[in-house]
């Protein structure tokens, strides 16, 4: 058999992508009122400006199902769960509380991803390819912690009150003023959002956005993931712009963001995950 790579549904990877690989995800929540819907399983319609709709993470019991039954398919070569960062979701931690109590001999190994959508979608497809061509346990988990290392994360948003609501995004944004005429451009340090920089216009800000992330890919291959949430028009002229700005590139995903991460950054947010040397 082989080693199972699992993740979260805010991994932001495709379903033909996770067919292919055979990676299992579990899903996130999403709570609309007095409504509990998972992420990618039940269809969510949502009004992203309502401060009725939260997020939780997967409980300890789903984690621990997921990683049984990936445990099962891989014949007993073991499991590798990739999921979004400790700092942003509890979802890590619940994982750490399924394999202590599945008593696994570690046979099931957490990576924190240290990012959120395809900043850990990213990574998951490297540990899963490294799965499929029949690597040991070892070797899969040290890929998936090498490329959780590299990977970097830039997020345009419009507004940052939704991230400051939802306790997301550092106090130090209090600085902003004004947000009517400011763009904050935002990136995640070691796992926590933290402001980047503010820009005056939109079009500035991607700008800025296409600047950083060219500077992170560096000149050896870059695998790039591309999100948005309802701004498909915006993220493919920024593809345009990533690929004319990176000649190294190997590889690129555009993906809307799930509700799970919606909810916090909201309409018209634009993110780039950059992962330096690609997902061998």
Known sequence: MAVVVVTDSAAGLSADLVAELGIEVVPLHVLVGDRQLREGVEPVEIDYSADSVTTSAASPGELREAYERAMEHSGGDG?????????LSATWEAGRQAVSEMGADGRVRLVDSLGAGLATGLPVLGAARRARSGDTLDAVYECAVAAANRARTFILVNRTEQLRKGGRLSSAAAFFGSELVTKPLLQLVEGKLELR???RTRSRAVTKL?????SAAGTEGVALGIQHLGAAEA??????????????????????????????????????????????
């Open 79 to 87: 499991v590798v769960a990739v999921h979004l960062s400790r700092m």
């Open 197 to 199: 920089e503010k820009v």
């Open 210 to 214: 296409v600047a950083a992330a060219t």
């Open 235 to 280: 993220a493919e002229s920024l593809a345009t712009q990533l690929r004319e700005q990176n000649p190294t590139l190997t590889e690129l995903h555009i993906a809307e963001f799930g509700p799970t991460l919606g909810v916090h950054l909201g309409v018209g947010a634009l993110g780039v995950a950059v992962l330096p040397g690609g997902c061998a």
